[in-house]
């Protein structure tokens, strides 16, 4: 079992400081039994709790809160930022649904923020979801940690970098729909950089990308529970993809591995 107290240390080692700014994916769960974690609530308080002390007052904590509202897959494509959820992400629906963090309206890729930089990082992003000035160029400019609970090297970050120097795989699509906000409905034009659905060689994978980036030490692997954070400085990480990219053309998708 482990205590908030080893879930801050393990934070420090992986690069987690007061003040700095911090996007994470997390799959708490597979950490195993935390200590005063009898409900997944309980879970996500403590470890909301464990980032904020290990933050501190000036630090920054975003979480994904996706739910690609605008996608050919959604009927009624109606985006609402207090109350859409997503189907991933425990942590950032808790800050959504407790009204504690600070939302981007994204449609496709919302983040919720909590601390220093909140709004700043969220409020009015980039309708072009990979954009200049998306959330993912923020995190870019803050040179963000980028923080994996018990997940690889990957991020949607990385997607932000593909972008940037236009891979092949993945194009800009354009979607509409509405964003409700504090029960305002407004209608809307973003544009989404996406793979082709239909092509099986094109699904992102980051085992390869993970195990340079190690080897490299771009990112930091630390142990905790039966699991492990993985972190990564933003900049240093685009740097490397890019120059992975350069090598290794599809190095993040299932064709690399064919």
Sequence with gaps: MISQGDIIAALATAGVQPGRTVFC????AFFGRVEGAATMDDLIGIMLDAFAEALGPDGTLLLPVFTYSFG?????KVFDVQRSLSTTSGMGNWLVTSDTGVRSADPML??????GKAEALTDAVDTVCFG?????AR???EDALICNLNLD???TYLHWVEREIGVPYRSDIPMSGTIVDQGISRQADIVYSGRALDDPQAV???EDYHAACLAHGISTSVPLGRGQIV?????AAKEFLIEQLSQTPYLLTARNAT
């Excluded at 050919?72 to 009624?76: G, H, I, L, T």
């Excluded at 919302?110 to 601390?115: K, R």
């Excluded at 200049?132 to 993912?136: E, H, L, T, V």
């Excluded at 972190?231 to 900049?235: D, N």
């Design 25 to 28: 994916h997390a799959n708490i």
């Design 139 to 141: 995190l870019h400019e």
């Design 132 to 136: 200049p000035d998306s959330i993912w």
């Design 72 to 76: 050919s897959d959604k009927a009624e």
């Design 231 to 235: 972190a990564q400085p933003a900049r």
């Design 204 to 206: 992102p994978r980051f």
């Design 110 to 115: 919302s983040v919720v923020a909590t601390g």
């Design 153 to 155: 090297s990957g991020s």
